[in-house]
């Protein structure tokens, strides 16, 4: 079965310090995968995703970015963190070529 | 653009209560419907979907059924249980550059009272 893991879980960090977040997918191969953000009362947003490794697609232009060095494995970094990068980051997963998603534990991310 | 609307929360309702939530959405072909479930201090759960018209996606007594007369996903429970208490998402998925992309309605919370 497949399986989506996310650290860390939570993460306190201050104003202009880096970030990194990792998502890892075992039991599946090519994958396409996901980075969604979830503000307090905002919904979800898509960050990126990809395709493949080493292809990535932006949804939003700010101060973040993702990279997938192998097949199952989606990063999520920062260089320089912002108040407004506070909230929960989610990772996802999906077959390709098709559309159900299937998400990780999420990791809190707070922006001091 | 694609779109889903929501009801507003939260819903509070009690326990063996009938619970509704409605969701619409806006959309260009003929995009898949979801509902996924968020219980505190987790990821989003995939709890059903529908592919086509008049389709009905069911799982753990939730419902919905897929009209694309009126644009809607509603989901529908008979009798909901305080373990049933959590955010609620509609999405629909539209594909774009060889992957699916999932726009999100922005949640329903749902609390179940004893």
């Known amino acids: 079965s497949q399986t989506i893991h996310q650290w860390p879980a939570t993460l306190v960090q201050p104003v202009g310090s880096p970030l990194s977040l990792e998502c890892t997918v075992e039991?599946?191969?090519?994958?396409?995968l996901y980075w969604y953000r979830q503000a307090a009362g905002r919904g979800l947003q898509l960050l990126f995703y990809?395709?493949?490794?080493?292809?990535i697609s932006s949804e939003v232009p700010q101060n973040l970015s993702a990279s997938r060095p192998q097949d199952r494995q989606f990063i999520l970094s920062s260089k320089k963190l912002l108040l407004s990068d506070s909230g929960f980051y989610l990772c996802?997963?999906?077959?390709?070529?098709?559309?159900?998603?299937?998400f990780g534990p999420g990791t809190r991310l707070t922006v001091l | 653009g694609n779109s889903v609307t929501q009801m507003e929360g939260p819903v509070t309702l009690s326990e063996e209560a009938f619970l509704t939530i409605n969701c619409t959405y806006t959309?260009?072909?003929?995009?898949?419907l979801f509902w996924y479930v968020q219980y505190p201090g987790e990821g989003l759960q995939l709890l059903l979907k529908?592919?086509?018209?008049?389709d009905k996606g069911s799982n753990k007594g939730f419902e919905a059924t897929y009209r694309k007369e009126t644009t809607s996903f509603h989901l529908e429970k008979g009798s909901v249980q305080v373990s049933d208490s959590a955010v609620y998402f509609c999405?629909?998925?539209?594909?774009?550059?060889?992957?699916?992309?999932?726009?999100f309605g922005k949640g329903t919370k749902l609390s179940v009272i004893p």
């Open positions: 996802a997963w999906s077959y390709s070529g098709a559309d159900t998603q299937y």
């Open positions: 039991g599946t191969s090519n994958p396409n």
């Open positions: 990809s395709v493949g490794i080493g292809q």
């Open positions: 959309a260009t072909g003929y995009p898949s």
């Open positions: 529908a592919t086509k018209a008049d």
């Open positions: 999405a629909l998925s539209n594909s774009g550059a060889g992957s699916y992309q999932l726009t």
